[in-house]
């Protein structure tokens, strides 16, 4: 427990307002790449119109990207690229919630790297070729409260042509300059802050789980969890509860730094194989299907019981002594955020594809298999789906 290693270069700026700060802040380049996302909600919220008055003041230059959709492909990741070259675009500006910052990561590698990006993810299909050149510097402002990705290089890109949803990036992508302002998630729809609300919970309660969970990224998870639970349900009924916003948005900033300490488990890469075969369903939902058993299986065997019962207690249970509690938690908290009832079923998913997603979770992504607290077979995988599909 008592040794890690980390390291964060991202400048963070955290708080109601702080977007008004931006253009204070040197530009880590001249132009700005900015990305936002395919929907209307950026430009007509007058986020965009904001961040782009901030980078004037700041003295940088800016050419808008706005195709980033909710899971993201490595299609747009190239043509984003093509656009940062063509504009003569030397920086990026991640404008959006974990889809656009997690496309920041590949379109800041493949815009100065030759090839397409499959030549670069490791997994699945990729090549894992090396990357040569360093990717442009991000700036990432986060809309949305969920992925935590504004504090590390990393993001999940989906491959139509092969089912595949994989992780990319690295250290050398982290964002050089964060904003985090709740103020931009006032107007996030009550379904999304529930979906969005329980990724972050899922990022801090599978560091608790995971096997190399150390004495930082516990103290820091278990203060995310207890943030989460307490207040998610409050964003989910009264989106302008600002105090409520910032409270989640902390939760999900701080599940950014505990995942640079210590590795979620295979309940996100079971997510990412179920919305890389059915790339419509949003990926905080998808968590939610398989939360229950997937929890279920390590609590069977007893191999983290006190984890579960700290987890417990940060969420309210005060008196849990039964990793069990944890379950009932868990419950609660979706029952009172209106997604308890969620399952596969519900999204097109069939029962026989249990084993081809079981199958699809390993090959993506199976270096979070190595994170769990015990061994997870195929077998293992496919009654975890199996039992979330109805």
């Known amino acids: 427990m008592m040794k890690f290693n980390f390291n964060n270069p991202t400048d963070l700026y955290f708080g109601t307002g702080s977007l008004n700060e931006l253009g204070s802040h040197t530009m ?33 230059e800016a050419a808008v990207f706005a195709k980033i959709m909710e899971n993201p492909v490595k299609e747009v990741i190239m043509e984003g690229a093509d656009f940062a070259r063509e504009n003569g675009c030397d920086f990026i500006v991640a404008l959006g919630g974990g889809a656009v910052i997690d496309s920041s990561a590949a379109i800041s590698a493949m815009a100065v790297n030759e090839g397409v990006l499959w030549d670069y993810v490791c997994g699945g299909t990729g090549k894992c070729r090396p990357i040569i050149n360093k990717g442009l510097p991000v700036v990432a402002i986060a809309t949305t409260s969920g992925t ?19 992780g990319f990036g690295g250290p050398a992508f982290t964002p050089v300059l964060a904003i985090v302002d709740p103020e931009l998630m006032l107007t996030v729809p009550p379904k999304y802050t529930a979906y969005q609300g329980f990724d972050a919970l899922f990022h801090n309660t599978e560091v608790m789980m995971s096997k190399g969970v150390n004495i ?19 964003a989910v ?46 990926h905080g939902a998808g968590l939610i299907m398989i939360s ?3 929890a279920e299986f390590f609590i069977e065997k007893h191999v983290c019981d006190e984890q579960f019962i700290k987890m417990a207690k940060a969420m309210g249970l ?3 002594d039964r990793p069990e509690d944890f379950i009932t ?11 308890a009832d969620l399952k596969m079923s519900d999204f097109g998913f069939s029962a026989d594809e249990a084993m081809t997603l079981a199958k699809g979770a390993r090959s993506m992504q199976g270096g979070l298999f190595e994170a769990n607290p015990c061994e997870m077979t195929d077998e293992d995988c496919a009654a975890i789906f199996e039992k979330s599909y109805c």
């Open 292 to 294: 229950k058993a997937f």
């Open 28 to 60: 880590p380049g001249k132009k700005a790449l900015v990305l936002i996302s395919n929907g209307r909600s950026t430009i007509e919220n007058g986020y965009l119109d904001r961040t782009l008055a901030e980078l004037k003041r700041a003295g940088a």
């Open 237 to 282: 009924k009264d989106g302008r509860d600002l105090e409520a916003r910032e409270h989640v948005a902390y939760g999900s900033t701080m599940a950014g730094i505990t995942m640079q300490l210590t590795s979620t488990t295979a309940q996100h890469s079971m997510e990412h194989s179920m919305s890389a075969y059915h790339h419509e369903l949003p």
């Open 216 to 234: 930082l990224s516990e103290t820091i998870a278990l203060s995310a969890i207890e943030s989460i639970a307490k207040y998610l349900p409050r």
């Open 148 to 166: 935590g990705s504004e504090m590390n290089g990393f993001g999940v890109i989906s491959n139509l042509e092969t089912n595949e949803k994989i």
């Open 318 to 320: 005060k008196h849990a």
């Open 329 to 339: 938690a868990l419950v609660r908290l979706q029952e009172a955020c209106g997604v």
